[in-house]
Every structure is written in structure tokens, then in C-alpha cells.
């Protein structure tokens, strides 16, 4: 079974902070992905990488940036978090070609 | 651009009816794929289905049960004699043959199954 593990389930964070989303598979896929999810508006893709070291924007990329060292770790950034940042955020990964995206169990952000 | 939409946000039914939750897209491309998430309270998206554009035979797995009609750009999911642990956020997504695998998700429908 395909496992994606997340950090941290639930992460209080101030205004300003530069904060760390951090995402491990253990699957060997090439594929891995970031969302944020808000109500009304399911899922919205703000990175994903193809390989170790690239990366492409999303939909939603402005106030986030991605780190992928290793292939098995893609790490989100919020270099200065704002409240508007309040959110579910949602890691995948996947196999190449069109196989399902595997998801974590997600980390609630909370800006204050 | 794609585009998913899932009209009903939230749908309540009680325990051992049927239940239909509607997925209609929009894209340009000609061949791309569809799929179905379930997240259950604890967050997890679980993979359910995927479909590519050019097989539009209707899938049947248990109660779960997948109309997919090009003609009206729709993919949509019936539960047969739900269950309370059908309750769930289900999501709807798309991707496009030149999309590198990513998806484009709708905006989720609610589903409540009281027993």
C-alpha cells in the first residue's frame, strides 16, 4: 500500500512566520503534488514536481514555494504566513502516466 | 482550462436509499480522464475510480456504481442501499491527456447518510 505521511496533523502558526509543510512517500513515485483545500472550493493544485529538484506552479502558487531534494520528500514553504494562508492543506503523490494520485491525511493550518 | 463542477454541496439521505452525486466538466482536450475521491471525516482522500474518455461503458463495483456520458460531459456516481459509512466529502476531478497528471478537482459534495 501506497503511504503518504505529513507532519503534522494540526499546526497553530503567527502572522510573519516563515513555516514548513513537510511530505514523505514511500512509494518511489516521480510525481508529487500540493493542494489546499477550502470549503466550497475543493482542491486546488498550488505545486507539483515531476523529479527531484523541478517544480511547476499551479493554480494558487503566490505567498508558497516547494523544495524537492530527495524523491521521496516535497516540502511546501510559506515564507512569511498571513491569515488568508488558514487552511487544509493536502499532499499526493503518484506514478507516472495517468495513475491515481495518492493522498495524506492532510495538515490543518492555523494563521493567527 | 478545465472545469469541474459538482452542483449539489451537501445531500442527505437516510440509510438504504440510493443516491446519485452529479459531476459534469468542461475541457477542450479529446482524450483526458476522469476520476472519484471519497475523504471520509478523517481526510484522507481514497482513490475510487478512473475513467479515460474513450471508454464510456458504465462501471459497476459493489453498491458503487459510474455513468460516464461524453454527450453531456457528466461522470456521475450512484450509491445503491447507502450506509452511514458512505458519509463523505466525494470529489470529482479531471485530467487532460497533456496535463502531466495534474488534476483539476470540483468543488466536493457533501453526503450525510443518517441510519
Known amino acids: 500500500d501506497v503511504k503518504v505521511t505529513q507532519s503534522s496533523r494540526y499546526l497553530v502558526k503567527r502572522t510573519g512566520e516563515k513555516v514548513f509543510l513537510e511530505c514523505v512517500q514511500d512509494m518511489d513515485h516521480e510525481n508529487m503534488f500540493w493542494y489546499r483545500q477550502d470549503p466550497g472550493l475543493g482542491l486546488r493544485l498550488i505545486y507539483f514536481s515531476y523529479d527531484v529538484k523541478m517544480k511547476e506552479k499551479g493554480d494558487i502558487p503566490e505567498g508558497y514555494s516547494v523544495s524537492r531534494e530527495k524523491k521521496e520528500r516535497f516540502s511546501l514553504i510559506l515564507e512569511s504566513a498571513s491569515t488568508n494562508q488558514t487552511s487544509m492543506y493536502l499532499c499526493?503523490?503518484?506514478?507516472?502516466?495517468?495513475?491515481?494520485?495518492?493522498f495524506g491525511d492532510g495538515t490543518r493550518l492555523s494563521i493567527l | 482550462a478545465q472545469k469541474v463542477t459538482q452542483a449539489q454541496t451537501e445531500i442527505s439521505v437516510v440509510e438504504k436509499e440510493d443516491v446519485t452525486l452529479d459531476c459534469v466538466y468542461e475541457?477542450?482536450?479529446?482524450?483526458?480522464?476522469l476520476f472519484w475521491y471519497k475523504q471520509p471525516p478523517s481526510g484522507e482522500l481514497v482513490f475510487l475510480i478512473r475513467r479515460n474518455s474513450f471508454d464510456e461503458q458504465n462501471e459497476i463495483s459493489g453498491r458503487y456504481s459510474w455513468n460516464f456520458q461524453k454527450s453531456t460531459s457528466s461522470f456521475n456516481f450512484t450509491i445503491t442501499a447507502s450506509q452511514v459509512v458512505d458519509s463523505a466529502v466525494y470529489f470529482c476531478a479531471l485530467t487532460p491527456n497533456n496535463a502531466g497528471n495534474m488534476l483539476t478537482f470540483g468543488g466536493g459534495t457533501r453526503l450525510m447518510v443518517k441510519p
Open positions: 475541457t477542450r482536450d479529446t482524450t483526458y480522464y
Open positions: 499526493a503523490s503518484s506514478g507516472g502516466g495517468w495513475q491515481p494520485q495518492h
